[in-house]
Every structure is written in C-alpha cells, then in structure tokens.
C-alpha cells in the first residue's frame, strides 16, 4: 500500500529509526534493516571528522523493532514503553554506507511488560568485503525490557491515544505485509 | 534442588537483573533498599526467575495485588490489620521479614518484605 496524502501526518519530525521490516513473526521475532548514511546529521555529532552512527541511536533502533514487535503481539492496545536496557555489548563501529540488520526475540512477555534480545548484524556488502564472516558481522548485543505503562502506573493519566505507534510506524508494518502487491 | 542451589541461582538472577556484586546478595539484603531496585527491575527479576528455574509466576502470587490502592488495606500510609492479614496469608515466603515489619507496617517499609531471603523461600515453595 502506497502512502495516500491524506494518512500522511502533518510536517511532523520523523525520528524513525528503522527503514523496513524484512522478517515479523508475530509474538516471536522481528527484524528491521537500517542504512546507517551521511545524510543523517546526527551521525556527525559524535567525533569530530568521524561520522558513526551512535551507540545510543543504535539501542532507540532496537527497541522501535522490538517495540513493534511487542505492540503487534497484542493488537496494537498497549503502550510500550522502553523501560530498561539490561546489557549493551558493542563489537564495532556502524559507519556511513554500512546497512544494518536489527534482529529482535521475544524472551518473555505478560501483562506488565516484555524482554527482549537484540543482535544487530552488519549486512555484507560486497565488493567492499568488510565483513568476511559471522564474527565480523556482529555489531552488538543487548537486552531490553519494555513496560506496559496502562497495566504498570496505575494512578497516572496517559492519553487515550496510542501515542507510541503513530501512523509512520504502522506504516512500516503495511510495508512488510503488502511488499509482495505493491508495483511502481 | 536443594536450597543452596536455588540461593546460588538467585544470587546469578539478582546479579545479571540488578548490576550488584555477589557479595551484596546477603540472604538479609532487601532487594529496592539494599540493592537499589527500580519498579521495572523487579519486572526482570520475575522474567528471570521464571526462565532460570522454569517456572510460572502469576499475576499477584508474591505480593497481592492492588493492596496498596484498597482503603481497607490501606489507610493514611499505614496497612490496617486486614492488610497485615492479607500479607501473612498470601506472603508466606515473607514470614521472618512479617515479623518485623508487623510493629511498624508504614506503606513505604512494604518494600522490606522483598529480601533475598524471601525470594529463595519463594522459589523454594514453587519447586516443590
């Protein structure tokens, strides 16, 4: 499905962090892919002179999979908040150019909240054979959790609205889905 | 498994949820006060739990549910005798820390019943 003019949002700042879906098993596992590129100015942000794509942006693109993941499983009802990040392990650097994979398990998940694992893989790209094998493609691991905020702070008021997934993000779910029907 | 194992286990669950050293894992350490445990944390500590010693823990069975926002638990910060009750029945893996926390039940010391102690008791009780 195309994006319409009029499901388009207003001129609102879009901080998405993923660019698609290739792989979502409900209730199990998602994986996204990121182009890490010049373009982004925040890749500049970090080192002088030495644009990478930061650990931080890294985790937010891991849990806007994972959060996906975790709000699809139950239709969208909850609002899924990232709550923790257990552990973080990084192995190299995400540089302008390189594609990422975000590789996303559900561990647990029940009414208060969900954990998740998280591989973050460099895509091979040849002929630039940066990466020769698995061991080179491992970029990070971690562990993050996610709260069900409705069930967990019962007392506080949130808007009725689920602010978390905004159209762009469920955008990129009918991508995945409809990516076999849509012809340009 | 005997009790030594579940206390090592637990010990490993408190460490990897927690970030704390070994050491700081006494059987008397209470888990928010001496550990430094957030709300979310002990979310994890149940996840863990259950995928360390496979098993299911429901909604409310270590500490009961919704106790804190019932009047008749819960007057002016203070657990009225009912909730002393309601504690000693449904938390019987806190017994030793019931005890003293009994003499002085103020809502914000509710916290002192989580110790590792009571964990191990818990765990203790579902694998038997």
């Known amino acids: 499905m195309l994006p319409t003019a009029d499901r388009r949002p207003p001129t609102n700042m879009r901080w998405i962090l993923i660019d698609k879906f290739i792989d979502f098993e409900s209730g199990k596992r998602a994986v996204a892919v990121k182009a890490c590129t010049l373009g982004e100015d925040h890749n500049h942000d970090l080192y002088p002179d030495f644009p990478i794509m930061s650990h931080s942006l890294m985790v937010e693109s891991m849990a806007q999979t994972a959060g996906m993941l975790v709000g699809e499983a139950r239709g969208f009802k909850e609002k899924v908040i990232l709550a923790k990040i257990g552990r973080a392990t990084f192995h190299r650097v995400v540089r302008p150019g390189n594609v990422i994979t975000l590789d996303a398990t559900i561990d647990q998940l029940n009414d208060a909240g969900a954990s998740i694992t998280g591989i973050v893989r460099l895509v091979a790209q040849s002929p630039l054979a940066e990466v020769r094998d698995d061991k080179d493609s491992l970029v990070a691991e971690m562990e993050i959790m996610f709260s069900h905020i409705d069930n967990n702070l019962s007392g506080l008021q949130f808007p009725k609205d689920n602010f978390v997934f905004t159209e762009s993000f469920l955008d990129l779910l009918r991508t995945y889905r409809n990516a076999t029907t849509v012809e340009i | ?128």
Do not use: C, W
């Open chain 2, 1 to 128: 498994m005997t009790r030594d194992e579940i206390q090592t286990k637990v010990t490993k669950v408190l460490v990897d949820a927690l970030g704390v050293d070994e050491e700081e894992v006494t059987p008397g350490a209470v888990i928010r006060d001496d550990l430094g445990a957030e709300s979310i944390d002990f979310l994890d500590i149940m996840f863990r739990l259950e995928k360390e010693f496979g098993i299911k823990i429901p909604k409310g069975e270590m500490m009961p549910d919704n106790l804190a926002t019932n009047p008749e638990y819960v007057l002016n910060g203070v657990v009225t005798q009912k909730g002393l009750d309601l504690i000693k029945e449904k938390m019987p893996h806190a017994a030793d820390e019931y005890e003293s926390f009994k003499n002085d039940p103020k809502l914000e010391s509710m916290s002192k019943l989580f110790t590792v102690n009571s964990i191990v008791n818990y765990v203790e009780s579902k694998l038997k």
